[in-house]
């Protein structure tokens, strides 16, 4: 009756032992991922485009500086390192977006698949992938689709 007190146990069977496997990631759990991953690609650069830009204003100082001739004013002057910043800036922007739908595609995932963005990420990916230089007036009404369009009437811009 009492003995199997002093007795060693056997070990329970490997198959009742076994913790069940998490769920696998949700779309929008591996978005998030992927986007952590793509903020620090961003961060680098950003850098690159920044230090760019300081050696722009650089050579575009010398260069107003070293021309006696130059009837440049400094207004015209400041408005020239306005429009070299917007051009990196730009170049930038079109570089995260490329590089964010690549690895999108990557992983097999879309833009859309990103539905439940709370509105911190929703502002975190303005700021990386939104260019402020870009027209923001609201697009226009979409256009009527010709006969056989596979577009549903809508431009691609």
Not at 36 to 45: D, I, L, P, S
Not at 57 to 74: G, P, R
Not at 87 to 92: A, F, G, K, M, R
Not at 111 to 117: H, Q
Request: hydrophobic share 35%.
């Amino acid at each position: 009756m009492f003995s199997s007190w002093g007795a060693a146990k056997a070990p329970p069977s490997t198959s009742a032992a076994r913790i069940p496997a998490p769920p696998p990631p949700t779309r929008q759990s591996r978005i998030r991922e992927l986007w952590a991953g793509f903020e620090q690609w961003h961060a680098q650069a950003k850098g690159a485009a920044d230090a760019k830009r300081v050696e722009a204003y650089k050579t575009l100082d010398k260069s107003h500086k070293s021309n006696k001739k130059n009837k440049a004013s400094k207004a015209e002057h400041e408005k020239a390192k306005e429009q070299k910043a917007r051009e990196i800036e730009t170049e930038l922007v079109h570089s995260a977006r490329d590089e964010w739908m690549r690895r999108l595609s990557e992983n097999n995932l879309r833009a859309e698949d990103w539905d439940d963005m709370s509105v911190a990420e929703t502002r975190a990916v303005e700021k990386l992938l939104g260019d402020r230089y870009e027209d923001t007036t609201p697009l226009a009404a979409p256009a009527p689709a010709a006969a056989g369009s596979p577009r549903g009437g809508f431009v691609l811009v």
